[in-house]
């Protein structure tokens, strides 16, 4: 039933199988809270018949979550433009990533859920890491990104490369795509919606590839949710309305270079299955033995796998290292490279933060 109004809030679907009870309705939003996609359920409600519409209260609800969707993205749009053009008075030509530049694919840019501003900047990594630490000195340093809490309410997570494998000849693979488009990306500004400013977001044929890699990324960490995949959805269809199809062919050849392609694979068979995305906006042929694994642990883990009790942090660096070395072993068989690769890069992780004095 769940599948089922999501496909109506893509437009894919008219009605549902049967008219949900109250409690059937209750379950459903609290599903669409699990899976970070209020808003995108919300709008299914407009279209369906008025006999399958949910009672007042959960409508009520419904509309207080909505409500504060809209607020949060508000805020995030601000605080986007604002953190952009601190980096840039300060020297960084920098990308927004995922988030604010997702929402405006969506019917309604106000409708998505929102989360942390990612923001990547042009520079050396040691010039982006001392900047940050220059403000915050104890704050955790990574690899890939470095947390710069300058504004109350907002998570801003500042990248020194857009994105992560653990495989090293992956990694040098993915950067070096990245590099071959840093002007493209870099020169492409956008307004935000809500006439708040303007900020520069990956174009459509770098967040084709670059959006797969970060969701391939999180089923490492902690998991993905159905937010991600309709993110990609509205990616694609958006590949379709502007006329640029061909780029799909040259995303194939790049993730195939990554080794990507039984994720990719998983992923396409869930956007033809699920979302009813046609054959020929797919990436990948679809993988329907991939697909419905991958299916399995998005219905279970939720939004970032936030509710998959398998997440449980142990206490103590080492006692988190071990739970999710060996969480990552149930993907051993499906993605072996980076299950395999991922507590080695972690431990070079350590010991990086530790020769350069990082907390």
Sequence with gaps: MFLELIRVALGRQTCLS???????????????????????????????PADQRPP??????????????????????HDSV?????????????????????????????MRTCGDIDIWLDGKRDDIIGYVTHFFPKIKVQWQEVEFPVRKGTCIEVHTTPALM?????????????????????????ELPG??????????????????????????NEG??????????????????????????????????????????????IMQEVFHLPEELLVLPANEQEGRFLLQEIMLAGNFGQHDKRNKIKSGKWGNF??????????????PREVIWNPWYRISQFIWRKKNGYN
């Design 18 to 48: 049967h008219a949900p009870s109250g409690e059937e309705w209750r379950g459903l939003l609290q599903e669409s809270a699990r899976q970070a996609v209020v808003g995108v359920t919300y709008r299914a409600l407009n279209f369906l």
């Design 224 to 269: 993905i949710g159905l937010r991600q995949l309709i993110d990609y959805y509205y990616l694609l269809q958006d590949c379709q309305a502007k006329g640029q199809t061909e780029l799909l062919a040259e995303t194939a050849k790049t993730v195939k270079s990554l080794h990507m392609e039984r994720f990719v694979g998983a992923l396409m068979w």
């Design 166 to 190: 653990f495989h090293p000849a992956d990694r040098r693979r993915m950067e070096a795509f990245f590099d071959s488009h840093r002007e493209e990306i870099f020169g492409n500004e956008t």
């Design 82 to 110: 604002w953190v952009s053009e601190r980096f840039l008075k300060a020297g960084f030509r920098n990308a927004i990533l995922k988030g604010q530049g997702n929402a405006l694919l969506y019917p309604d840019p106000f």
């Design 195 to 220: 006439e708040q400013g303007k900020v520069r977001i990956p174009t459509l044929r770098v967040n084709l590839t670059f959006q797969l890699i970060h969701i391939y990324r999180h089923i490492f």
């Design 56 to 77: 007042r209260e959960v409508m009520i609800d419904w509309q207080a979550s909505v409500q504060k969707i809209i607020c949060d993205n508000k805020r995030l749009n």
């Design 322 to 335: 071990w739970q999710q070395t060996i969480r990552n072993l149930r993907f051993l068989t499906h993605y």
